[in-house]
């Protein structure tokens, strides 16, 4: 049974571009969560899907979107990409009590 | 998520066991203690989590106060490979809308 996967691993972008994210959930997930995790700080929370909706969102602004695909996977877009957004993007997903995370995706933004 | 407060730094010998705290004192009726740990630039791995009653798994132990206002998370032989940082997180997953609040851990180093 494959974990939670994202893609890509790695991702470099300039200022003011724009980035797409994905994640895939673990089997028999339904709710996916995105986090953001700058160097030597704790994750994040940015928002959460269920029913291909947004459930819950953190205190991030609006150039941070995403989507959630029937078959419950995942996409993080970021708008006018910040130098501050530079970061592991990491995906969770979970149902019932558990939440499981996936190995991240590293962007850099120069 | 109800605050939790964790030592920012532990050593710990390889093959001893490594005792964790984390203190969780706002902790709410419904919201329960998780445990993750992240070895360096990967996500965050699940440990283990309780709501009031003590847990063991294949990784480790939590054990709860009976007042549920502190934890300890057990690592009855820590490895090399151990070493992490470690997050004590009180809240709920339970449905959708609900989220992990992630603080700053405990590094653990586990020495040779």
């Known amino acids: 049974d494959a974990g939670v996967t994202q893609s890509p691993t790695h991702l470099i972008k300039t200022r003011g571009q724009q980035v797409t994210l994905r994640c895939s959930p673990k089997?028999?997930?339904?709710?996916v969560s995105w986090y953001q995790q700058a160097l030597g700080q704790g994750p994040q929370f940015i928002f959460q899907?269920?029913?291909?909706?947004?459930?819950q969102r953190g205190n991030f602004p609006d150039r941070f979107s995403g989507h959630q695909f029937p078959n419950y996977s995942s996409e993080l877009n970021v708008n006018a990409l910040l130098l501050g957004d530079s970061a592991l993007y990491l995906c969770?997903?979970?149902?019932?009590?558990?939440?499981?995370f996936g190995p991240g995706t590293r962007l850099l933004v120069l | 998520d109800a605050k939790t407060t964790q030592p920012p730094s532990m050593d710990c010998a390889e093959g001893r066991a490594a005792n964790l705290p984390c203190n969780h004192s706002?902790?709410?009726?419904?919201?329960?203690v998780y445990w993750y740990r992240q070895i360096h630039s990967q996500g965050p791995q699940y440990i283990i989590h309780?709501?009031?009653n003590n847990e063991t798994n294949e990784m480790a132990s939590l054990i709860i106060t009976e007042d549920r206002k502190s934890s300890t998370l057990i690592l009855p032989h820590a490895t090399l490979r151990d070493t992490a940082v470690y997050y004590c997180?009180?809240?709920?997953?339970?449905?959708?809308?609900?989220?992990?609040?992630f603080g700053g851990g405990t590094r653990v180093l586990v020495k040779p």
């Open positions: 969770a997903s979970s149902t019932g009590l558990s939440q499981y």
């Open positions: 309780g709501l009031k």
């Open positions: 899907y269920y029913e291909e909706e947004e459930r």
């Open positions: 997180i009180a809240g709920m997953i339970k449905a959708a809308g609900n989220k992990l609040t």
């Open positions: 089997s028999g997930h339904d709710t």
């Open positions: 706002t902790i709410s009726g419904n919201e329960y």
